[in-house]
């Protein structure tokens, strides 16, 4: 552990082989992405010519805004899982959905900026906004974009919501947990139990 960061010691003593170990993972990294994109660059190349003849070369902003929620059928299909048959659906557990709204509250009232935390909750945000389509002004602006106005289906930004959903529940389940500070494991232990149970 001495030797490792010592590499990273702002000294002149670092040796040439000791900077060669800590890039090793970036080249690697680097070399990875290189050729993966090579070796997905046939099906790429394959598909742009495909969508040329396609019917996604150009969508109509009817036919972009396919499989939209209303606000109102967002918010029943937040509360019940299987209430429209879209392949997609903004259904959070509740507990996990009121762990998520905990998790801000707790980050403003102990007035802690974390930069992980606001960069999630935006994601929720403009995913949820994305989600209901033409009746937001947000995603209609997608419309004019290339390469995305090839894509239809806002719904499908629930991926994103349910995603920073659970990432933001987190956060709560750490503010929830922080304020039980019991001193026995054991009852520290029944306390995660039972709030996990509960979600």
Not at 69 to 76: D, E, G, I, N, V
Not at 98 to 119: E, M, N, Q, T, Y
Not at 158 to 165: D, R, Y
Request: with cysteine; net charge positive; hydrophobic share 50%.
């Amino acid at each position: 552990a001495v030797e490792t960061l010592s590499v990273y010691r702002s000294s002149d003593d670092r040796r040439p082989a000791d900077l060669l170990r800590c890039w090793k993972s970036l080249a690697v990294a680097r070399g990875a992405v290189i050729l993966a994109a090579g070796l997905g660059s046939f099906q790429l190349f394959e598909s742009w010519a495909a969508k040329s003849l396609s019917i996604r070369n150009l969508l109509d902003a009817e036919r972009f805004n396919d499989l939209t929620y209303s606000p109102t059928h967002a918010l029943r299909a937040f509360l019940a899982p299987i209430y429209r048959r879209i392949e997609s659906t903004p259904f959070v557990a509740r507990g996990a959905a009121i762990l998520a709204l905990l998790g801000p509250i707790a980050a403003l009232r102990k007035r802690v900026s974390d930069r992980h935390l606001l960069f999630w909750l935006i994601v929720a945000i403009v995913s949820g906004l994305l989600m209901m389509g033409s009746y937001t002004p947000l995603y209609g602006l997608q419309y004019y974009i290339p390469i995305v106005n090839s894509f239809r289906g806002p719904s499908r930004h629930s991926f994103e919501w349910t995603f920073a959903l659970s990432v933001l529940a987190a956060y709560g389940w750490d503010a929830v947990s922080s304020y039980v500070r019991p001193k026995r494991e054991d009852v520290r232990l029944n306390a995660a139990l039972i709030t996990s149970i509960a979600t």
